[in-house]
């Protein structure tokens, strides 16, 4: 018979261990369709009509406002305020509810007996019902908990800071990344469609070099030359079309366009002006140890780090815990069914003592490891202070050379159309002259677009920010507004030392 009980207990935690069994399924097509098209349709809902050529600034204010990456710091912004609210809460006294029914299937009966005959003193009786309803409603309030817990919720204040921090350098980043993409978009705009007439132009010089051929008219060597001067030509063309064909599409992410979205660029002006820094370097300096998000974020950890020391001081004091709870009983054989308690003691772990020790030399060794993290980080933050002032001295001096050349080559390409006309010279010298009249433009433009780009690098490695602390309202168009106007001012050399930095708040 045992046996049989054995095979059933077996059978029974077997069945038990399987219907436990865990299985993942995969995720059906049908629900990654659905999440897909639910997706787009959230990635760019809610966004203000494009009905105009994208300006500049107009281009970063869409960045700033609907650019995900953007979008997402701001949320996790919000889940940081969240999260600094919650852990004020754990300064608060603990306080448990308990109600429920208790009985059991006999009588809760006891006797007493003597300690010194052995013999039975009293009758089993009770004091207890078998059914019974009770009740407790207890505070605790310990001191030492509620100290470490207000130095925690200062911590999460600053974790919350540092949150803002890092959403200044993505905002600093994005901006820098549309800065770039606009200009090499708009040097696409100007050069595409003479690149695409350029092209038809030699597309139909070598359909007519073919028709020759075929005629056997002219020397074949040199027609095969010709043809091939004329393939070069477009394999040139088509080289300058692939680098530039791309930079929109590189604006639109940064935008959140869609990105079957043809849009229009406002008409940039016949001329070049050259950005100018109205600031020195030494204000530059001060500027950028000052307001970059790396290095306020690292005061931000040298403060958690500098917290963590007085939690693991505190954790070595006895705590004083205050009790206050009132219960209810059902039992009819209280005398006082329900009843109020209070209490006041003191706790304290003395293996605290020994560990506290090892954990106030850690969170210092952590400060000193900030300390020297953070003077580390500002070495590198002039250095790339620097590297960006060379760059755009270097950029200045490369657009010259491409402004200088661009300017010869179009005094050349009208002497040789002079020349076609009068039939002087060929139709393949006159094609490769404006080719030559092509490409340096096109060095031109994108020499201006490096320049512009170099110019907004210097203020990214300030780490001023391009937007005031508040806005007039959320609109693009006046978004776009604070921005030029805040560029204007570091134009005229006005840096604001306070722009955009979040003030120190602790709970």
């Given at each position: 018979?045992?046996?049989?009980?054995?095979?059933?207990?077996?059978?029974?935690?077997?069945?038990?261990?399987?219907?436990?069994?865990?299985?993942?399924?995969?995720?059906?097509?049908?629900?990654?369709?659905?999440?897909?098209?639910?997706?787009?349709?959230?990635?760019?809902?809610?966004?203000?009509?494009l009905s105009a050529p994208l300006t500049l600034h107009q281009a970063m204010a869409r960045a700033v406002k609907y650019n995900l990456?953007?979008?997402?710091?701001?949320?996790?912004?919000?889940?940081?305020?969240?999260?600094?609210?919650?852990?004020?809460?754990?300064?608060?006294?603990?306080?448990?509810?308990?109600?429920?029914?208790?009985?059991?299937?006999?009588v809760s009966a006891s006797s007493s007996r003597s300690i010194r005959t052995g013999t039975q003193s009293l009758e089993p009786s009770?004091?207890?019902d078998r059914d019974r309803e009770v009740g407790d409603l207890t505070m605790v309030w310990n001191v030492l908990d509620f100290g470490v817990s207000y130095v925690s919720?200062?911590?999460?204040?600053?974790?919350?800071?540092?949150?803002?921090?890092?959403?200044?350098?993505?905002?600093?980043?994005?901006?820098?990344?549309?800065?770039?993409?606009?200009?090499?978009?708009?040097?696409?705009?100007?050069?595409?469609?003479?690149?695409?007439?350029?092209?038809?132009?030699?597309?139909?010089?070598?359909?007519n070099s073919l028709r020759m051929s075929e005629q056997r008219i002219g020397d074949p060597v040199q027609s095969l030359g010709y043809q091939r001067a004329l393939i070069e030509a477009t394999r040139q063309l088509e080289q300058q079309r692939r680098a530039l064909s791309l930079a929109k599409t590189e604006l639109a992410a940064l935008i959140n366009l869609p990105m079957n979205t043809h849009f229009e660029l406002a008409p940039a002006s016949d001329s070049y002006p050259v950005p100018t820094l109205g600031t020195d370097m030494a204000v530059l300096e001060q500027e950028a140890l000052v307001n970059r998000?790396?290095?306020?974020?690292?005061?931000?950890?040298?403060?958690?780090?500098?917290?963590?020391?007085?939690?693991?001081?505190?954790?070595?004091?006895?705590?004083?815990?205050?009790?206050?709870?009132?219960?209810?009983?059902?039992?009819?054989?209280?005398?006082?069914?329900?009843?109020?308690?209070?209490?006041?003691?003191?706790?304290?772990?003395?293996?605290?003592?020994?560990?506290?020790?090892?954990?106030?030399?850690?969170?210092?060794?952590?400060?000193?490891?900030?300390?020297?993290?953070?003077?580390?980080?500002?070495?590198?933050?002039?250095?790339?202070?620097?590297?960006?002032?060379?760059?755009?001295?270097?950029?200045?001096?490369?657009?010259?050379?491409?402004?200088?050349?661009?300017?010869?080559?179009?005094?050349?390409?009208?002497?040789?159309?002079?020349?076609?006309?009068?039939?002087?010279?060929?139709?393949?010298e006159l094609i490769q002259g404006e080719l030559n009249l092509l490409q340096a433009n096109l060095r031109r433009d994108l020499a201006y677009a490096d320049l512009r780009n170099a110019y907004g690098q210097v203020f990214a490695s300030v780490g001023l920010d391009p937007l005031p602390e508040e806005l007039s309202s959320d609109q693009i168009d006046d978004i776009a507004q604070a921005l030029a106007n805040r560029e204007a001012e570091w134009q005229a050399g006005k840096l604001s030392v306070d722009a955009g930095l979040p003030e120190s708040t602790t709970p």
């Open positions: 018979m045992n046996k049989h009980y054995k095979v059933l207990a077996v059978s029974m935690l077997a069945a038990a261990i399987g219907g436990c069994a865990v299985t993942s399924q995969p995720i059906e097509r049908a629900a990654s369709e659905q999440r897909a098209q639910e997706d787009l349709a959230s990635m760019f809902s809610g966004q203000e009509p990456e953007a979008r997402l710091k701001v949320m996790e912004e919000a889940l940081a305020e969240r999260q600094v609210d919650l852990s004020r809460l754990d300064m608060l006294p603990r306080m448990a509810l308990d109600a429920g029914y208790a009985g059991r299937n006999n009770t004091s207890q919720a200062q911590q999460q204040g600053d974790q919350r800071l540092i949150v803002q921090e890092r959403r200044r350098k993505v905002l600093h980043t994005i901006i820098q990344d549309v800065r770039s993409a606009y200009w090499r978009a708009l040097a696409a705009d100007r050069l595409l469609v003479q690149i695409d007439q350029q092209m038809e132009r030699v597309d139909q010089a070598r359909q998000p790396e290095l306020r974020e690292q005061d931000y950890q040298a403060r958690i780090g500098a917290a963590e020391t007085r939690k693991a001081m505190l954790r070595m004091l006895p705590g004083l815990e205050f009790s206050l709870g009132g219960h209810y009983d059902s039992n009819s054989f209280l005398v006082n069914q329900s009843w109020a308690d209070y209490g006041v003691k003191v706790t304290w772990n003395l293996f605290n003592l020994l560990s506290a020790p090892a954990a106030i030399d850690a969170a210092k060794a952590s400060e000193e490891v900030v300390t020297l993290r953070r003077q580390a980080m500002s070495m590198a933050i002039l250095a790339q202070l620097y590297v960006a002032n060379a760059n755009l001295q270097e950029a200045a001096r490369q657009f010259a050379t491409s402004e200088q050349l661009a300017s010869l080559d179009q005094q050349i390409a009208e002497q040789l159309r002079n020349r076609h006309k009068a039939q002087g010279i060929g139709e393949l």
